[in-house]
């Protein structure tokens, strides 16, 4: 009796210890992974920089248009 206790301790230990190692390695390395999310913030963080890059860029040349425009002959 004692020998078969043992046996499925033991089984159940690496069962738990696979599905523990196999959890830990989806979340390092899986879909929903903190690299996914580095990769994401640094994506966010880059996007961000870009939208503000554009606006300042586009209200320059909306500055340069309407100087232009004002310098046009009305008729």
């Known amino acids: 009796m004692n020998k078969k206790k043992f046996i499925v301790i033991s089984t159940v230990c690496v069962v738990i210890t696979i599905f523990l190692s196999l959890h830990v390695a989806n979340l390092l390395f899986g879909t929903n992974s903190y690299e996914v999310y580095s990769a994401l913030k640094s994506k966010q963080t880059y996007l961000n920089n870009e939208i503000t890059r554009l606006q300042l860029d586009n209200a320059r040349l ?3 248009y309407f100087e ?8």
């Open 62 to 64: 909306q500055k340069e």
């Open 68 to 75: 232009l425009k004002n310098l046009e002959p009305e008729e």
